[in-house]
């Protein structure tokens, strides 16, 4: 490559993880953001996380469009390549989590047009479990951290557990809704959200580990109980 190709390729990949980063910035500010809205009843805070998911939108495409052009252009291999194709689907996944940050938006602005509802605060200790692993997720990509990538399946567990606690505890209050049945559906699809954020935020983990060490684990945790996975790299 002459000197001017390889001024271009450093250019390109630095904008592709500038974007990547400025996507997971936006994502994890939409997640808290729609959380806010609903623990402090905020309905212009939920407007905003709906507005603002096409910044999100717009930049998935982005780091689509510059990958593909990386790939076309200057046929990227070993770790250059694992950093192009990871990029993207980081970026899938951040869109995904934005958008459920929007649908639990959505779901506080409904549930704050009628009383208010003390329990939303049940969904804290959850949320902050899923904003953890999000953030870690973000960690292990930023500063090459496979170990702390792998980890995450251990604390989506916990989180897990969160879930299912909460949804009993949810679902029996929906037994009893006295007329709030649709506030309490929408506590347990914001739950839902939540789970599905950290399912998610293990994929970026996966992707990570993939990106340093060219191994796939994405099914191995899938596949095997606890007792037999494996070790920590």
């Known amino acids: 490559m002459s000197q001017h190709i390889f001024r271009d390729y450093d250019n390109a990949i630095q904008h592709l993880q500038e974007d990547l980063l400025t996507m997971a910035t936006l994502t994890r500010q939409n997640l808290e953001q729609a959380m806010q809205a609903l623990l402090r009843g905020d309905t212009d805070l939920a407007n905003t996380v709906i507005?603002?998911?096409?910044?999100?939108?717009e930049l998935e495409r982005?780091?689509?469009q510059i990958g593909m052009e990386i790939l076309v252009r200057f046929h990227p291999v070993a770790t250059d390549l694992r950093l192009i194709i990871t990029s993207m689907k980081i970026s899938t996944n951040l869109e995904r989590i934005s958008d459920h940050a929007v649908g639990i938006a959505k779901r506080a602005r409904k549930i704050n047009q009628g009383q208010p509802m003390q329990e939303v605060q049940w969904l804290e200790p959850?949320?902050?479990?899923a904003y953890a692993l999000l953030r870690d997720a973000m960690d292990s990509y930023t500063n090459h951290d496979s170990v702390l990538g792998?980890?995450?399946?251990e604390k989506d567990r916990e989180l897990d557990r969160?879930?299912?606690?909460?949804t009993r505890s949810l679902s029996s209050q929906l037994e009893l809704a006295n007329g709030r049945s649709a506030a309490w559906l929408h506590l347990i699809f914001i739950a839902r959200s939540l789970e599905r954020?950290?399912?998610l935020s293990v994929n970026i983990g996966e992707e990570t580990v993939f990106l340093e060490s060219a191994i796939n684990i994405r099914h191995e945790y899938?596949?095997?109980p606890p007792e037999n996975q494996p070790p920590s790299p």
């Open 126 to 129: 959850l949320y902050a479990q």
């Open 162 to 166: 969160l879930h299912k606690q909460l």
């Open 150 to 153: 792998q980890a995450l399946h």
């Open 51 to 57: 507005a603002a998911d096409s910044d999100v939108d």
């Open 222 to 224: 899938r596949k095997q």
């Open 197 to 199: 954020i950290g399912d």
């Open 62 to 64: 982005k780091v689509d």
